[in-house]
C-alpha cells in the first residue's frame, strides 16, 4: 500500500499505531530517541482511518485532506487527543515531509498573488465568512473583552482575562498616548475591546473600522452600554477609504487579511492618514522561516484570502512608504498559549456551540484551534509588532517610556479583576440576535 510507504518513511518521531479502513493494523516507531530527537521523542498516538476516501484524501493531499476528513468523521483519534495526533503528525511532516505536500506547497506557492488579492469587495466578503458567525459562539471561548488575538503572558501563568488586558496596555504603551483627547484609528476593530480600552484608560477619541456587520452591530452596542459612543465610534468602512490624518493609528489582528499584493497600499494608507508627529502599531502574525503560503484547509475552511507574512515581506513595503520603522517586537509562543486557553474554553462549552451549529462546524473549529496552537508551538510561526512614525524625532530615544506607561497602568488599577478565570465561565449572550443552527 503505498500510504503505508508513506509513513514508513516519514515516521520517525515517537510512535503512532494507524488503524486502517479495513480493520488492518499497522504501527509506526520512529528511530529518534530522547537524545536526538528532543521534545519529539516519545510521542505516542494514533489514528482510525475510517473510510476509502479518507485514506486517499491523506496521500493525495493532506494539508487539505486531513481536516476534511476529520470534518466528515473520516478519521479518529486512536486513543489519545486530536492534539496529540496532530502534533506527531506535524512533527514529522516538517522533519522528513510527505511527498504530496511539498508538490502541493510548490503549486500553493505559485498562486499566491491570486489567492491572496483582496479587492475591497472580495474583502468583505472574505471577512464575513469568518467574523459573521454567530456572535455568541466567540462569547463562548473568548475572555470577556472578546479579544481575537495574541494575549501577552509576562510569565505564562497569567489567567487569559490578565493577558489580554496586558496586551492592551503593552499596545497602547507603544502607542505612547501621552495626552488626552488624541484621536486614534483602529484598523480591524474587532467587538471594539482594544478602542473602549483606548477611550476609558487613555480619554483618546476612538474610531474603530470592521468589515464584519456582525462585530459593528456588538461594538456599537458596547460603546452605548459603557457610556463611551459620545468617545467611540465604529464604522463599516475598508481601510483604504480612510482620508483623514489622525494622531495614532492601532491595526491588530487585521494585517493577515490584507494580502501580499496590498502591503504598499496597505503602508501608503497609514503613512497617509498619520498626522506629521502621529505613531502607529500594527500587531499580526508572522512567520520565522521566510515567506510561504497559507495552509490549504485554513484558507478554506478558517480565513480565506488570509496570509501570516515573514518580516522579509513587509518591512520592504513600510521602508518604501517612507515611514520609520521605529520598533519591532517578537513575540514567540504568547499565540501558543492563547491558543491553549481558547481549546479549553471551547471543550467547556461544546454543547453550547453545537446547539448553535452542528457537529460537523464543531469539529472543524476543533481542528483550527488545534493546528493554529501547533503552527505556533512547531511551525515557525509567531507574532511581531511593528512600530512607525513619519517622523525620525517623534519619539523619546530609548523604550523606557513603554514599560513606565505599562507600570502606570498597573497601578491605576492594582487589583483589577478582568473577568472570569475558569474556561466556560462566560455564558452570556451578545446584543446580536442569534442565528440559526445550520
Not at 67 to 74: H, I, L, P, V
Not at 233 to 245: A, G, H, K, S, V
Not at 247 to 259: A, L, P
Request: proline share 5%; with cysteine.
Amino acid at each position: 500500500m503505498l500510504f503505508d510507504r508513506v509513513l514508513s518513511r516519514m515516521i520517525r518521531c515517537g510512535t503512532l499505531t494507524v488503524r486502517y479502513p479495513d480493520g488492518r493494523m499497522r504501527l509506526y516507531r520512529g528511530t529518534d530517541g530522547p537524545g536526538d530527537g528532543g521534545p519529539r521523542a516519545g510521542l505516542v498516538a494514533g489514528m482510525h482511518i475510517r473510510t476509502p476516501r479518507a485514506l486517499r484524501r491523506l496521500l493525495l493531499n493532506p494539508g487539505l485532506g486531513f481536516g476534511e476528513a476529520y470534518m466528515d468523521g473520516e478519521i479518529a483519534p486512536l486513543d489519545c487527543s486530536l492534539y496529540a495526533l496532530a502534533d506527531l503528525l506535524v512533527l514529522n511532516m516538517m522533519a522528513h515531509g510527505h511527498p504530496a505536500e511539498t508538490l502541493m506547497e510548490k503549486l500553493r506557492w505559485l498562486r499566491r498573488h491570486i489567492d491572496q488579492l483582496n479587492p475591497a469587495g472580495r474583502a468583505r466578503r472574505n471577512v464575513a465568512h469568518h467574523y459573521d458567525l454567530n456572535s455568541r459562539l466567540y462569547a463562548l471561548f473568548l475572555d470577556r473583552d472578546r479579544q481575537y488575538s495574541c494575549a501577552y503572558f509576562a510569565t505564562g501563568q497569567e489567567t487569559l482575562e490578565e493577558a489580554q488586558l496586558a496586551k492592551k496596555r503593552h499596545i497602547a504603551a507603544k502607542l505612547k498616548l501621552d495626552r488626552p483627547d488624541l484621536e486614534v484609528l483602529d484598523i480591524g476593530c474587532g467587538w471594539g475591546g482594544m478602542a473602549l480600552h483606548l477611550a476609558r484608560e487613555h480619554g483618546a477619541r476612538v474610531t474603530g473600522i470592521t468589515l464584519s456587520t456582525e462585530q459593528l452591530a456588538v461594538a456599537r452596542g458596547r460603546a452605548a452600554e459603557a457610556g463611551l459612543d459620545g468617545r467611540v465610534r465604529f464604522e463599516l468602512m475598508d481601510y483604504r477609504d480612510w482620508t483623514r490624518p489622525v494622531d495614532r493609528i492601532v491595526s491588530v489582528g487585521m494585517f493577515e487579511h490584507v494580502g501580499i499584493d496590498h502591503y504598499r497600499r496597505f503602508f501608503r494608507t497609514l503613512k497617509g492618514a498619520l498626522k506629521p508627529d502621529g505613531v502607529a502599531l500594527v500587531h499580526a502574525i508572522g512567520r520565522s522561516d521566510g515567506p510561504g503560503s497559507t495552509n490549504p484547509w485554513i484558507s478554506k475552511y478558517i480565513f480565506p484570502g488570509g496570509y501570516s507574512p515573514a518580516l522579509s515581506e513587509v518591512l520592504p513595503a513600510a521602508e518604501r512608504s517612507g515611514l520609520w520603522v521605529t520598533d519591532i517586537e517578537i513575540l514567540r509562543l504568547h499565540y501558543a498559549q492563547t491558543l491553549a486557553h481558547w481549546r479549553r474554553r471551547f471543550a467547556a462549552n461544546r454543547d453550547a456551540i453545537q446547539s448553535l451549529y452542528d457537529e460537523r462546524f464543531c469539529r472543524m473549529f476543533e481542528f483550527y484551534l488545534v493546528g493554529s496552537e501547533l503552527a505556533f508551538r512547531r511551525m515557525g510561526h509567531m507574532n511581531w509588532q511593528l512600530q512607525l512614525t513619519r517622523d525620525i524625532g517623534t519619539l523619546p530615544l530609548t523604550r523606557d517610556y513603554m514599560a513606565q506607561a505599562e507600570a502606570e497602568a498597573r497601578a491605576r488599577h492594582p487589583a483589577e479583576a478582568a473577568g472570569p478565570a475558569e474556561p466556560g465561565a462566560e455564558r452570556h449572550d451578545s446584543p446580536v440576535s442569534l442565528r440559526r443552527k445550520g
